[in-house]
């Protein structure tokens, strides 16, 4: 979430999800004219995180006619 083209933000972090230390920028698309913000204070403290993956009920029944 840190990498802006995850989000298509080009350069810029996600102020929410994204790590930051204050000296970032992040902007807004808007019609007619994009808004800016600058120098965004950290939001958020990551103190751990995890990974899950659950594959749907489909996956697990074709995975489990495998080994019938």
């Known amino acids: 979430m840190n990498d802006g083209a995850f989000f298509g933000a080009g350069q810029a972090r996600d102020p929410i999800a994204g790590s930051a230390d204050?000296?970032?920028d992040?902007?807004?698309p808007r019609r007619p004219v994009r808004r800016?913000?600058?120098f965004l204070p950290r939001f958020v403290v990551t103190r751990g995180?995890?990974?899950c993956f659950m594959p749907s009920l489909s996956a697990l029944r074709w995975l489990g006619d495998l080994t019938g």
């Open 22 to 24: 204050g000296s970032g």
């Open 26 to 28: 992040f902007t807004i």
């Open 36 to 38: 800016r913000l600058c």
């Open 49 to 51: 995180g995890e990974y």
